[in-house]
């Protein structure tokens, strides 16, 4: 009986999803739009966000989407599609905010990644109290929040970058590195990202000598993960 239940919740219903959309798109069905949500959320809850993206307009127009398909569907095209994806990270994050407590670490995820996303395109101005608030929630955190806060320092070591502020990026820099080889290891990408980022600010501040080293050890981790019979010297 367990071994029908997980095999059922394995299969592939995606087929039988749209075979539904397209008969009642046939039939001009008063319901064609709540099929063709069905078929989006469908396969987007199993990952595959290419084939669900032409019922979008269809998910978004719903009364009652689901914020943390809107989020990882979000997250799965930042790179591809960031105006889109600043979108859904907007929808999700109205929803969350009116459904969970101001401190939930989902919604502070959801604020992090639109912080991240308006960091990269260089409007900072809006990315701080994200990032902020999130840093805020993270600290507050009682689980494990597998090293988001450390994120949300490097996104306000961005911040504070931009503006002028050396010693305050410098201090998320170091911290976003701290955690960073605490969570996830010294020889992690994640410390590799924050031992760049770090270097990077003190180049820009004429501390060339201080940022060689960490450009080096970054250097060399990017390497062990590009090349895994690379070792890093004890």
């Given amino acids: 009986m367990i071994l029908a239940l997980v095999l ?26 709540e099929s063709g949500v069905d078929l989006a959320l469908y396969v987007a809850r199993r990952g595959d966000y290419a084939q669900a993206a032409p019922f979008l307009a269809l998910v978004l127009a719903s009364p009652n989407p689901d914020a943390t398909i809107l989020h990882n569907w979000a997250a799965a095209i930042e790179r591809q599609s960031p105006e889109q994806a600043e979108r859904l990270y907007q929808r999700a994050l109205s929803i969350r905010k009116k459904t969970l407590p101001g401190g939930d670490v989902e919604l502070a995820t959801t604020r992090l990644n639109l912080a991240a996303l308006l960091i990269a395109r260089g409007e900072y101005r809006g990315a701080e109290p994200l990032a902020r608030s999130a840093l805020d929630a993270f600290e507050r955190a009682n689980g494990a ?90």
């Fill in 8 to 33: 059922l919740l394995q299969a592939d219903f995606t087929d039988l999803f749209r075979a539904a959309y397209e008969e009642r798109l046939r039939a001009g069905h008063p319901k064609i739009a």
């Fill in 145 to 234: 929040i597998g090293g988001r806060d450390g994120l949300a320092c490097g996104a306000l070591g961005a911040v504070r970058a931009t503006q002028g502020d050396v010693a305050g990026a410098e201090r998320y820099f170091r911290r976003a590195l701290a955690i960073a080889e605490k969570v996830h290891g010294p020889r992690s990408e994640e410390t590799a990202s924050a031992l760049e980022n770090l270097a990077d600010l003190l180049s820009q501040t004429g501390r060339e000598s201080a940022a060689l080293p960490l450009l080096e050890r970054a250097k060399r981790i990017r390497a062990i993960h590009a090349n895994p019979v690379v070792r890093e010297p004890q």
